[in-house]
């Protein structure tokens, strides 16, 4: 059965940090490009960053340099370092991961900002 558990979110000043974690129960875990998406209140969710089974690493334009992605293989879990948060980056953060079968996600964990 897939299970995708995140953790680390909270409430953070502008200018601080949060890491988060998501911890894959998946078969292939390590094989698997791995993804972090955020949905803000009213808005569609955005795919955030990503990172492939060679750690290979993707961000969206407005994240890149104050967010990095990572992943242990050994312990199934990829993680996503938020550095110099803004008011802007807030919302549900999901990892997520895609297969034939379709997009599988987790239940987010919350991350507010405040100014």
């Known amino acids: 059965q897939v299970q995708l558990v995140e953790s680390g979110g909270g409430l953070v000043q502008a200018g601080g940090s949060l890491r988060l974690s998501c911890v894959a129960s998946i078969d292939a875990f390590g094989l698997r490009t791995m993804d972090w998406y955020r949905q803000a209140p009213g808005k569609q969710r955005e795919l955030v960053a990503s990172?492939?089974?060679?750690?290979?690493?993707n961000y969206r334009e407005p994240v890149r340099g104050r967010f990095t992605i990572s992943r242990d293989n050994a312990k199934k879990t990829v993680y996503l370092q938020m550095n110099s948060l803004k008011p802007e980056d807030a919302g549900v953060y999901s990892c997520?991961?895609?297969?034939?079968?379709?997009?599988?996600w987790g239940q987010g964990t919350q991350v507010t900002v405040s100014s």
């Open positions: 990172i492939t089974g060679d750690s290979r690493t």
């Open positions: 997520s991961f895609f297969t034939r079968d379709g997009r599988h």
